[in-house]
């Protein structure tokens, strides 16, 4: 046979299967359904009932354009629900806004969904890393959490001194005659010098060595590659990004040199010789913690990036984008300095900043607005209902078939006005005077996956503000474009975060 008509034949095959794989699944999910007795979920009124290639050539357009936020709220009102389902690729998507849902994913359902399933079976990350605590279930997961676990519970109290120099540095960048300075590249470097020494050991110091700043910006581009990857799902041979791969190997081999570094102390400690840090201080950092549960390089290389991965583009973000606040609220950057000179020049500790309410109030007003993780995002491994979110009124049950793949949206969570009142666009510490929300702000998950870093982020987070307001008056925005947002781990602020700081 001619090898055009064998061609023609096994295209034609291919579709033939993918239209039935895909009627029977539609069928099954539609008996199912009616057996939970869950009404249908609105959805995406798209063309392509097989691939959803219309959904997905609207999101990633709106990726390319930095549109990715409007999309989210766009898709979400058109449906008028806060629940709906679209085809992306052959794969079923449920996105969310309904706190009971994020709620009953994260705690009382959790068993119904898993992370692996997207992030490691279908080989999205595999090549950068394996199985560790952001990326496994089950007992795998629950070892690899019990491994972080203890230095994270005493990492946020205990590392203030530690993060008093970083801050220094940090400060040393900013110009003191109230020029322009664009804080993001700084708190880029700032965070990556931070995570080197507390998660590593040893510090990369990039704010004084830019040129040591790169495996910051290989873990952009990671990420990137990551997040692309873990959309393509089925799709993902269609991602050969040669220079991904070869920034995988590139931070491989930036780690590989702790995990050595770590391992030959081990061996001297053993031999008596303790492990300190050029200060005499003995080793405390998150590597070393984990080290000695962990014989093998690769295992602990996959611990490490289990950790590393979620700690990227994380609070230098979250600080970028509260500075950016800050700037556009001359009044609250007041009352926040009010609130830092009465604490005056007591040391400064984990207590005494948990004691300044307004600043506790304006992270979380930063973790409102601005949330640095978009969604919580679960495949579904058994059919399961979820709360709330179907029916005319939105208060039915929802259906989620195995397979389905479900988003929890954030974004859309801390910003709808019927949870937070006609004023939730504004950027308002004092409503968290009465607020006190439960699901509805998860700014780090909630359930036993939440962030572990969370006590860690948020005391380093007020540290750096609390400092920066004891020297600077006042913050001025120094360009006019409004917040956009480009999405690379989370959305990060499009133009950067362009300011000037008004020496007291
Ligand atoms: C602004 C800063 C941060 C935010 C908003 C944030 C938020 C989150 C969220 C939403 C999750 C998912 C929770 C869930 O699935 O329910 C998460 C997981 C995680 N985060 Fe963070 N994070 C931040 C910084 C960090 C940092 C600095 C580290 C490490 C040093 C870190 C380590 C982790 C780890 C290991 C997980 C996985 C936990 C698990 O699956 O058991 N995060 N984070």
């Given at each position: 046979?001619?090898s055009?008509?064998?061609?023609?034949?096994?295209?034609?095959?291919?579709?033939l299967?993918?239209?039935?794989?895909?009627?029977?699944?539609?069928?099954?999910?539609?008996?199912?359904?009616?057996?939970?007795?869950?009404?249908?979920?609105?959805?995406?009124?798209?063309?392509d009932?097989?691939?959803?290639?219309?959904?997905?050539?609207?999101?990633?357009?709106?990726?390319?354009?930095?549109r990715f936020?409007?999309?989210?709220?766009?898709?979400?009102?058109?449906?008028?629900?806060?629940?709906?389902?679209?085809?992306f690729?052959?794969?079923?998507?449920?996105?969310?806004?309904?706190?009971?849902?994020?709620?009953?994913l994260?705690?009382?359902?959790?068993?119904?969904?898993?992370?692996?399933?997207?992030?490691?079976?279908?080989?999205?990350?595999?090549?950068?890393?394996?199985?560790?605590?952001?990326?496994?279930?089950?007992?795998?997961?629950q070892?690899?959490?019990?491994?972080?676990?203890p230095?994270f519970?005493?990492?946020?109290?205990?590392?203030?001194?530690?993060?008093?120099?970083?801050?220094?540095r940090?400060?040393?960048?900013?110009?003191?005659?109230?020029?322009?300075?664009?804080?993001?590249?700084?708190?880029?470097?700032?965070?990556?010098?931070?995570?080197?020494d507390?998660?590593?050991?040893e510090?990369?110091?990039?704010?004084?060595?830019?040129?040591?700043?790169?495996?910051?910006?290989?873990?952009?581009?990671?990420?990137?590659?990551?997040?692309?990857?873990?959309?393509?799902s089925?799709?993902?041979?269609?991602?050969?990004?040669?220079?991904?791969?070869?920034?995988?190997?590139?931070?491989?081999?930036?780690?590989?040199h702790?995990?050595?570094?770590?391992?030959?102390?081990?061996?001297?400690?053993?031999?008596?010789?303790?492990?300190?840090?050029?200060n005499?201080?003995?080793?405390?950092?998150?590597?070393?913690?984990v080290?000695?549960?962990?014989?093998?390089?690769?295992?602990?290389?996959?611990?490490?990036?289990g950790?590393?991965?979620?700690?990227?583009?994380?609070?230098?973000?979250?600080?970028?984008?509260?500075?950016?606040?800050?700037?556009?609220?001359?009044?609250?950057?007041q009352?926040?300095?009010?609130?830092?000179?009465?604490?005056?020049?007591?040391?400064?500790?984990?207590?005494?900043?948990r004691?300044?309410?307004?600043?506790?109030?304006?992270?979380?007003?930063?973790?409102?607005?601005?949330?640095?993780?978009?969604?919580?995002v679960?495949?579904?491994i058994?059919d399961?209902t979820?709360?709330?979110?179907?029916?005319?009124?939105?208060?039915?049950?929802?259906?989620?078939?195995?397979?389905?793949?479900?988003?929890?949206?954030?974004?859309?969570?801390?910003?709808?006005?019927?949870?937070?009142?006609?004023?939730?666009?504004?950027?308002?510490?004092?409503?968290?005077?009465?607020a006190?929300?439960?699901?509805?702000?998860?700014?780090?998950?909630?359930?036993?996956?939440?962030?572990?870093?969370?006590?860690?982020?948020?005391?380093?987070c007020?540290?750096?503000?609390?400092?920066?307001?004891?020297?600077?008056?006042?913050?001025?925005?120094?360009?006019?474009?409004?917040?956009?947002a480009?999405?690379?781990?989370?959305?990060?602020?499009?133009?950067?975060?362009?300011?000037?700081?008004?020496?007291?």
């Open positions: 046979m001619h055009g008509s064998i061609l023609i034949i096994f295209t034609l095959s291919a579709i299967y993918w239209i039935a794989a895909a009627t029977l699944n539609y069928v099954r999910y539609e008996k199912t359904r009616a057996e939970f007795g869950c009404p249908p979920l609105k959805a995406y009124p798209g063309w009932k097989i691939l959803g290639l219309d959904y997905v050539y609207a999101m990633l357009k709106a990726l390319k354009e930095d936020l409007q999309f989210q709220t766009d898709t979400y009102s058109a449906r008028g629900s806060k629940v709906w389902r679209a085809n690729l052959g794969n079923r998507m449920v996105y969310s806004s309904e706190p009971e849902n994020m709620k009953a994260s705690t009382s359902q959790k068993d119904a969904f898993a992370v692996e399933p997207i992030r490691v079976a279908n080989g999205a990350i595999t090549p950068f890393t394996g199985r560790g605590v952001s990326s496994s279930d089950g007992e795998k997961w070892h690899s959490r019990d491994l972080v676990k230095y519970e005493r990492a946020g109290f205990a590392n203030l001194n530690r993060l008093r120099e970083h801050v220094d940090l400060m040393s960048q900013i110009p003191s005659d109230s020029s322009t300075v664009d804080m993001q590249p700084l708190f880029q470097r700032w965070f990556l010098d931070t995570s080197t507390f998660l590593f050991g510090t990369v110091n990039s704010l004084d060595h830019p040129e040591r700043g790169w495996p910051q910006k290989d873990m952009v581009k990671v990420m990137a590659g990551l997040r692309l990857r873990l959309q393509l089925s799709f993902l041979f269609l991602h050969r990004d040669k220079e991904w791969f070869a920034a995988c190997k590139r931070i491989q081999g930036f780690l590989s702790y995990i050595e570094q770590a391992y030959r102390q081990l061996e001297e400690e053993k031999k008596g010789i303790p492990a300190t840090y050029k005499g201080e003995p080793r405390d950092d998150f590597l070393w913690t080290a000695r549960h962990v014989p093998d390089p690769i295992e602990l290389r996959t611990q490490l990036t950790v590393w991965i979620p700690s990227n583009e994380t609070t230098s973000i979250l600080m970028s984008n509260t500075i950016y606040a800050l700037a556009r609220n001359p009044r609250v950057v009352k926040l300095r009010e609130a830092v000179l009465e604490y005056g020049d007591k040391p400064l500790t984990f207590e005494g900043l004691s300044i309410n307004y600043l506790r109030w304006t992270v979380n007003e930063s973790h409102r607005l601005y949330p640095v993780s978009l969604q919580t679960r495949a579904c058994k399961t979820l709360p709330t979110g179907g029916g005319e009124d939105g208060k039915a049950p929802i259906f989620c078939a195995k397979g389905d793949i479900v988003h929890c949206n954030r974004y859309l969570m801390h910003r709808d006005p019927e949870l937070w009142g006609s004023d939730t666009e504004q950027f308002l510490p004092e409503r968290w005077e009465k006190r929300p439960m699901w509805s702000f998860v700014p780090f998950g909630g359930g036993p996956r939440i962030c572990p870093a969370h006590v860690m982020v948020d005391t380093e007020s540290y750096a503000i609390f400092r920066l307001l004891q020297r600077f008056k006042a913050i001025e925005p120094r360009d006019d474009e409004p917040y956009a480009v999405m690379r781990v989370g959305p990060s602020s499009k133009y950067g975060c362009k300011v000037a700081f008004i020496p007291a």
